[in-house]
């Protein structure tokens, strides 16, 4: 079975400073691993994904995470932040080639002005 | 393509009265999902369907129906409303590639249910 941690239910952050929303994860297989982002009032939507190759993903919005096998950890980052970015952020893993999903209990990063 | 849509919007019900949840695509994607998300609880997954015809548990089951006659479709089903389904219900769907599931959820925009 799989299990997603993130250690942060809210992070409140200056504009234009970086950020770092942690997720660990514990698997006995390998696995596939997202952050999705949820604007207030809508449905989630997939921000970047893990599934092989290159452990550095990125989003077309400046965000990446880096997938550390070692540390089962797949953190979320964005050098400088925007108030738009202000929003609910969930990491999720799945076994490889399953679809269930887990998901972790997100962090609300909250951006100041 | 409208997505994944989900109807209604808003729903509240009292303890007891049943009703139904409907999801649709138009992606043509064989797996859908149905979650709730509760504060400080992430998402948690109720059904899922693999095809039409098909359907499994997820985490959180009880108290929930579902099936899926169509590709499209894939309603919800609260046969006798509970405070504890007060939640935020999401529906997505997905598909796989060359038989292999690897690929992200889409997400519809949710119903928020209220059970009195």
């Known amino acids: 079975a799989q299990s997603v941690t993130q250690l942060d239910s809210q992070v409140p952050v200056f504009e234009e400073a970086p950020v770092e929303l942690r997720c660990n994860y514990s698997s006995s297989v390998s696995v596939y691993l997202f952050w999705y982002v949820q604007y207030p009032n809508q449905g989630l939507q997939l921000l970047l994904k893990y599934l092989s190759g290159s452990t550095l993903v990125e989003s077309i919005n400046g965000f990446e995470a880096e997938f550390n096998k070692s540390q089962t950890s797949f953190h979320l980052r964005k050098p400088s932040v925007h108030i738009s970015d202000t929003a609910e952020y969930f990491c999720?893993?799945?076994?490889?080639?399953?679809?269930?999903?887990?998901f972790g209990t997100g962090t609300r990063l909250k951006v100041l002005a | 393509n409208a997505g994944v849509t989900q109807t209604p919007k808003f729903q509240v019900l009292k303890t007891g009265q049943s009703m139904t949840l409907q999801c649709a695509q138009d992606?043509?994607?064989?797996?859908m999902s149905w979650y709730r998300q509760d504060p400080g609880m992430g998402l948690r997954l109720i059904h899922y369907?693999?095809?039409?015809?098909?359907?499994d548990q997820g985490e959180v089951p009880n108290g929930y129906n579902v099936s899926r006659s169509t590709t499209e479709d894939f309603p919800l089903r609260l046969l006798s409303a509970a405070p504890s389904q007060t939640s935020v219900y999401f529906c997505?769907?997905?598909?796989?590639?060359?038989?292999?599931?690897?690929?992200?959820?889409?997400f519809g925009p949710g119903t928020r249910l209220t059970v009195l």
């Open positions: 997505a769907s997905s598909y796989s590639l060359a038989g292999v599931y690897y690929n992200e959820q889409f």
């Open positions: 992606m043509n994607h064989e797996y």
């Open positions: 999720a893993v799945s076994a490889s080639g399953t679809y269930k999903y887990i």
């Open positions: 369907s693999v095809g039409a015809g098909i359907t």
